[in-house]
């Protein structure tokens, strides 16, 4: 059951028809076309409803990936009365959370960018995002990444996707900021994320929704170091400005 995963190349768009495919064992819909992100890479999946002809909504709680990556699962809210296979629906995203996890996942990749350590850890949400390195001290201050955040959101840079092959990848091995994790092998391509003119400030594997200039990040700022174990520190991301203390 494949579907046509619209949110890879179109991240703002909010809704879009699609048909039922399949309906599996515990009530999870299978669409041919979703905005639906699924819970991957730190990510969580996108909640909101199908919309059906007759005007009733079946409300979507999360949305998750099934056998592999292009497995779409949206899981309805329990007690849901759900669609048909082979109806249309209007698949409409809960697009205030998600702007909000765009926003926040691409903070996250400009805190790689400002602490270029291992990523051992990443957790996006709507309001309060963490990052964990392989660091046993950075030395820094929430004062001063928060300060080189801001810099980078004000400078305003694009944010764009290109695809290169896994030999690319392979020659390059630096572009991959996770200890543990590898970008999935075997599809022959791998999404790179970039940011800045000709990637000039970052590019990594990434198969997330990410705002497409620096500046939509808005405020944010770092609310808490934590020490994680010896080797790991953990950076905790938070809408707004520092607060003053
Ligand atoms: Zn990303």
Redesign the pocket.
């Known amino acids: 059951m494949h579907t046509e995963a619209l949110f890879r190349d179109q991240p703002y768009l909010e809704q879009a028809e699609a048909l039922v495919l399949h309906i599996n064992d515990h009530g999870g819909i299978v669409l041919n076309r979703t905005v639906f992100y699924a819970t991957s ?1 730190g990510q969580p999946g996108d909640t909101g409803m199908l919309l059906r002809a007759d005007g009733s909504p079946v409300p979507i709680a999360t949305t998750v990936t099934g056998e592999s990556k292009d497995h779409i699962i949206h899981v309805p809210s329990a007690g849901s009365e759900l669609p048909e296979i082979g109806e249309t629906v209007t698949a409409a995203i809960d697009w205030g959370r998600r702007y909000r996890l765009m926003r926040m ?1 691409t903070a ?2 400009l805190l790689s960018v400002i602490c270029p350590f291992p990523i051992t850890g990443a957790a996006v949400d709507e309001a309060d995002s963490r990052v964990d390195f392989d660091l046993p001290d950075s030395g820094w201050t929430k004062e001063e990444v928060s300060q080189r955040l801001s810099e980078l959101v004000e400078a305003d840079h694009p944010v764009f996707t290109r695809w290169i092959s896994e030999e690319e990848l392979d020659a390059n091995p630096l572009l991959v900021k996770s200890k543990n994790v590898r970008p999935p092998k075997g599809a022959g391509r791998i999404r790179l ?1 970039c940011i800045g003119e000709n990637a000039s400030v970052d590019s990594q594997p ?1 198969g ?1 929704t ?1 705002v497409a200039t620096t500046a939509e990040v808005g405020k944010i700022h770092i609310g808490k170091i934590e020490k994680k174990g010896r080797e790991n520190r953990r950076f905790r991301i938070r809408f707004g400005p520092l607060p003053a203390n």
């Open positions: 890479g996942h996250c990749h994320v990434c997330g990410h």
